[in-house]
Nanobody
């Protein structure tokens, strides 16, 4: 059973920084893709924010966070460094991974960006 455990969320002022961490019970290199989704307040759908693929192709970033967020990983942890945070970055951030059998989700960590 794969477990993904996020940490690092919190309250930060606009322009500030946070680093989210996701510890995986499996080596991150064993997933086809691993990354971060977020769900904004009041929205039903989660948005893929950033991801890394096993092939090592350039990481994916959604347009709204390009140049501000950086995804990286080590053997068992994936990080999301978030800089120049904006109020619209507020939401629940979920670690996500997939392989050829299933998709895996963490429990989420909340980020609030205040003015």
């Amino acid at each position: 059973q794969v477990q993904l455990v996020e940490s690092g969320g919190g309250l930060v002022q606009a322009g500030g920084s946070l680093t989210l961490s996701c510890v995986s019970s499996r080596s991150t290199g064993n997933f086809t893709k691993i990354g971060w989704y977020r769900q904004a307040p009041g929205k039903d759908q989660r948005e893929l924010v950033a991801s890394i693929s096993k092939e090592g192709i350039t990481p994916y970033y959604t347009w709204s966070i390009k140049g501000r967020f950086t995804i990286s990983n080590t053997e068992n942890t994936v990080y999301l460094q978030m800089n120049a945070l904006k109020p619209e970055d507020t939401g629940d951030y979920y670690c996500w991974a997939c392989d050829n059998r299933s998709t895996y989700w963490g429990q989420g960590t909340h980020v609030t960006v205040s003015l």
